[in-house]
Nanobody, 123 residues
Framework: QEQLVESGGGLVQAGGSLRLSCAAS????????LGWFRQAPGKEREFVAA????????RYADSVKGRFTISRDGAKNTVYLQMNSLKPEDTAVYYC????????????????WGQGTQVTVSL
């Protein structure tokens, strides 16, 4: 059974850092790309970052380039999102999801989703 479980969210001051984790089970990890999305209250879910199944290719939203880093650990079946220089506008629920290509940025291109983890950045 495919399953994605996020963790690592929390409350942090602006300028601070957090690292989100997404633990994957089933065939998901070894053969699919994985991505992170976020959704703020009253807003559409938006693409944040994605990584290929090999871990060699990544893609980022312009809003997080240079601040966020996506990576994956095959031994732990886990994908990470390292978030630095956080801003209040980064506040959202962050979701991990599975896709067939790391180049995809639309939510309909992702099939399995985790339950989400809340990130709140205060001034």
């Amino acid at each position: 059974q495919e399953q994605l479980v996020e963790s690592g969210g929390g409350l942090v001051q602006a300028g601070g850092s957090l690292r989100l984790s997404c633990a994957a089970s089933g065939r998901t990890f070894s053969t699919f790309a994985l991505g992170w999305f976020r959704q703020a209250p009253g807003k559409e879910r938006e693409f944040v970052a994605a990584i290929s199944w090999s871990g060699l290719s990544t893609r980022y939203a312009d809003s997080v380039k240079g601040r966020f880093t996506i990576s994956r650990d095959g031994a732990k079946n886990t994908v990470y999102l390292q978030m630095n220089s956080l801003k209040p506008e980064d506040t959202a629920v962050y979701y991990c999801a599975r896709t067939s290509s790391y180049t995809y940025i639309w939510s309909y291109q992702y099939d399995y989703w985790g339950q989400g983890t809340q990130v709140t950045v205060s001034l």
